[in-house]
């Protein structure tokens, strides 16, 4: 009498390889989340490089200025306004790369009506502020001699990207909001407005006035809460951060 075993797994034994690949699969999905984001935050750094090369390009091209965040025209041109992003696009030909691949809801934005919805932003102390003396009012602008140390100069980094009738305002980074009261108050990191987000593992990638870019932790950047010195303008607290980068690009109260 033939009593071989045939072939093929029990039931047991198929319910026992299910739950081994069950168990490998939820120790390795993480694995695989974190090994695409970093590619993500890398592909998001390449394009602030990209970006800094661009926007040194375009600085070359007028006169060493930088330009202000919202092109030089009519105050009441609206809506249609460029801003930035397309400013540089004969300089950077790509749409993607003012984008980061981390910030799913993010998209293309070159005008004034839709500049929440970029996820890298200028660093907001570039331009955009009016001086007046007397009637005389003219934007701020900053020129390249003006920047005594560019290796710490903050010029791009990433932001929180949304709709722009909610108060998002993507195509702007800071890292101390000025609105609030005379001397402000520290930014609400991922949160609306000029801030900036901590979306790559806890950190931003920012990239700086001479061109490079660099991944840090978000903490690291925002005011630690250190007083400013006597007598300072009272804004330098926005130099006065853990990785000691500068916000304010052309005050050098804080060395």
Not at 27 to 51: D, H, I, M, Y
Not at 56 to 64: C, F, M, N, P, S
Not at 207 to 212: E, F, K, M, T, Y
Not at 217 to 242: F, K, M, Y
């Amino acid at each position: 009498m033939d009593t071989r075993r045939a072939d093929g797994f029990t039931l047991i034994e198929l319910l026992v390889v299910i739950a081994v690949i069950a168990i490998l699969a939820a120790l390795l999905f993480p694995v695989f989340g974190q090994a695409r984001e970093k590619a993500r935050a890398a592909a998001c750094l390449s394009n602030q490089r990209q970006l800094s090369t661009a926007m040194l390009l375009y600085v070359q091209d007028a006169d060493e200025v930088f330009p202000g965040y919202v092109e030089d025209v009519d105050a009441r041109a609206g809506s249609v306004t460029p801003i930035w992003s397309a400013m540089l696009q004969p300089y950077a030909r790509n749409h993607q790369i003012v984008l980061c691949p981390s910030a799913g809801r993010s998209q293309w934005s070159g005008t004034w009506g839709e500049r929440g919805w970029l996820s890298i932003g200028y660093n907001n102390h570039f331009g955009g502020w009016l001086f007046c003396h007397d009637t005389d009012c003219r934007p701020i602008r900053v020129s390249l001699a003006q920047i005594a140390r560019p290796v710490h100069v903050v010029l791009f980094a990433d932001s929180s990207p949304g709709e722009t009738a909610q108060g998002y305002r993507g195509y702007l980074s800071s890292n101390w909001n000025a609105r609030v009261d005379q001397c402000g108050e520290p930014i609400v990191v991922n949160g609306t407005g000029d801030t900036l987000s901590d979306r790559h593992q806890g950190g931003t990638n920012v990239s700086l006035a001479d061109g490079h870019a660099k991944w840090y932790r978000t903490r690291s950047l925002v005011p630690d809460g250190t007083p400013p010195p006597p007598d300072a303008w009272c804004q330098v607290i926005a130099d006065i951060n853990p990785a000691r980068l500068k916000w304010l690009v052309i005050d050098n109260t804080i060395e």
